[in-house]
Every structure is written in structure tokens, then in C-alpha cells.
Antibody, heavy 117, light 110 residues
Framework: QVQLQESGPGLVKPSGTLSLTCAVSGVSISSHKWWAWVRQPPGKGLEYIGEMYHTGSSNCNPSLKSRVTISVDKSKNQFSLNLSSVTAADTAVYYC??????????WGQGTLVTVSS | QSALTQPASVSGSPGQSITISCTGTSSDVGAYNYVSWYQQHPGKAPKRIIYEVSNRPSGISNRFSGSKSGDTASLTISGLQAEDEADYYCSSYTTSVTYVFGTGTKVTVL
């Protein structure tokens, strides 16, 4: 059974880079799966950020594409999100997840990242 | 890409049926049968309850059902129960090879 766990700083300064990692257990990250990030600003809806295949292919929300980097670390069985030039609008709970039958399942528990000086 | 449109709130009494709509375009909902639905309780991660328009994952109650017509997908909850009170989101794969979520619907059990 696939399990996902996010980790990373809970506070990032404006104009800085948000960096999160998702540890994958129960399956090899090199299995035939895509690995994705979704975020949810406080009190608001879900927003797809992007996804990556273990070979390096990736897709991204056009509105975030210029600031997003998703990478896979096969040696640690984890994948990561970097979001650059952050502002207060990037404050959100960030979830890692995986597309499964063109729907996201399972999900990590989520981690709140606040952008503030 | 614009978020799919859902009603902000839907309510019903225990035992009743409610339906939540999810309206997109010919580039997302209308393009593929790749609509999924998620239930989210406060402070919790979303939980997939429907995938590929109408399929229920193992362990999901058959009180949840999904359908699609054109650019609009729908989630029906029958025999409404107190535990169904939550936020619900739809999601669709798009012709841009990305995903888009709905605006979300708060379900209240009266």
C-alpha cells in the first residue's frame, strides 16, 4: 500500500524558494507512476501544481510553470517540489499525491507552508 | 486553466439525496471520462470517492455515485448521513495534459 509523507520548512520568506519533499513508502518511486503536488490555501479550494514521472517527464499548471520545479530522487524513494519567488499568495497546505486511474490517490497528510517575513 | 464550477453549498436532510454539479469545458470535463470526486473533512486530506466519472474505489459506500453529460459531471449522495457533511471537489484531466479541480462544494446535513 502506497503511503506518502510531506516534509519541509513551515515558514518561507517572501521572494524566497519553497522546498518540500515527499517520502514514498510501499512502492518503488520507479514504478509506473506519476508523482504530483496539489495545494490548498487556507479556507480555499484545491489547486493542481504539477507532476513528474520517474523518467523525468513532467507536466505543470500553466499559471505556476515558470516558478515550479519537481524532481525525483530514486535513491531516497522520494520526490520534491521547489517553488521560487514566493509571495503571501503561495501560503497553503501542500499535499503530495499520485494520479491513480486519472484521479489522485492516495494523498499525504499535507503540510502548511506560510510565506511571511 | 480555469477551475471547474461547482455550487458553493448544498444541503439536505438525513436520508435525502443531493446532487453536486461540476461544470467545465470541452477541454476538460467534456474531453475525457477522467472526472474524479473527492471528499474532504475539516483538517484532513482529500479522499477520492469516485474516479473515471462513475467508478467507486474499494471501500467507498455505494451511496456515492457519479455521472457525466457533456461538459458537466455530477456527484449524487443518496441516503444522506451526518458523516457525509464535508467539502466535495471534482477534478478532471485536461487536453493540456494537466489536471484541474473544481471550486468546491460544502455539503451540510440539516
Amino acid at each position: 500500500q502506497v503511503q506518502l509523507q510531506e516534509s519541509g520548512p513551515g515558514l518561507v520568506k517572501p521572494s524566497g524558494t519553497l522546498s518540500l519533499t515527499c517520502a514514498v513508502s510501499g512502492v518503488s518511486i520507479s514504478s509506473h507512476k506519476w508523482w504530483a503536488w496539489v495545494r490548498q490555501p487556507p479556507g480555499k479550494g484545491l489547486e493542481y501544481i504539477g507532476e513528474m514521472y520517474h523518467t523525468g517527464s513532467s507536466n505543470c499548471n500553466p499559471s505556476l510553470k515558470s516558478r515550479v520545479t519537481i524532481s525525483v530522487d530514486k535513491s531516497k524513494n522520494q520526490f520534491s517540489l521547489n517553488l521560487s519567488s514566493v509571495t503571501a499568495a503561495d501560503t497553503a497546505v501542500y499535499y503530495c499525491t499520485t494520479p491513480n486511474g486519472f484521479g489522485f490517490d492516495p494523498w499525504g497528510q499535507g503540510t502548511l507552508v506560510t510565506v511571511s517575513s | 486553466q480555469s477551475a471547474l464550477t461547482q455550487p458553493a453549498s448544498v444541503s439536505g436532510s438525513p436520508g435525502q439525496s443531493i446532487t453536486i454539479s461540476c461544470t467545465g469545458t470541452s477541454s476538460d470535463v467534456g474531453a475525457y471520462n477522467y472526472v474524479s470526486w473527492y471528499q474532504q473533512h475539516p483538517g484532513k486530506a482529500p479522499k477520492r470517492i469516485i474516479y473515471e466519472v462513475s467508478n467507486r474505489p474499494s471501500g467507498i459506500s455505494n451511496r456515492f455515485s457519479g455521472s457525466k453529460s457533456g461538459d458537466t459531471a455530477s456527484l449524487t449522495i443518496s441516503g444522506l448521513q451526518a458523516e457525509d457533511e464535508a467539502d466535495y471537489y471534482c477534478s478532471s484531466y485536461t487536453t493540456s495534459v494537466t489536471y484541474v479541480f473544481g471550486t468546491g462544494t460544502k455539503v451540510t446535513v440539516l
